[in-house]
C-alpha cells in the first residue's frame, strides 16, 4: 500500500508566531499538538497540515521547498492581506509570453523568512 502524506514540516524559532500566521493566510486552524510544535490544518480535514516545531538553529539558506499559495481573487490583494499578515514582499514575478503555460506569482516571505509563492487562479495557466 502506498504511504500518504501526513504533513509539511516547517522548523522554527517561534513555531506559535509562524503557525499563526500560515493559520491567518490559509483560513485553517492552530492546534498545540507537543510543547512548542503546533499544527495548522484545514478545519474540513481536506488536506495534508503544517506542522510547526522549534529547532536551536536559525535558517541560513534559501528553502529548496516552498509552499504556493492560491487565490481566487485579484493577487495584489492577496499580497496586501499576507503583507499585512506578517509577510515580508521579496518580488513579483512573470514567466516569459514564450512559454507554453507563462504564470504570474509573487514571492513573499513568512515571519521567520521561509519563501513562498503567492499566484491566482486569474493567472496561473496550465494546471489540472
Known sequence: MPATLLA???DCHDPLRVAEFWAEALAWKVTER???EYGVRDPAGH???LYFM???EPKTGKNRLHLDVLTAGPLE???ARLVEAGATLVEA???PASFANPDTWTVLRDPEG???CVTSTA???GWD
Open 8 to 10: 509539511v514540516i516547517v
Open 114 to 116: 521561509n519563501e513562498f
Open 34 to 36: 507537543n510543547p512548542d
Open 47 to 49: 488536506d495534508p497540515g
Open 93 to 95: 514575478r512573470q514567466d
Open 123 to 125: 493567472t496561473l495557466t
Open 77 to 79: 490583494d492577496e499580497v
Open 54 to 56: 522549534k529547532v536551536p
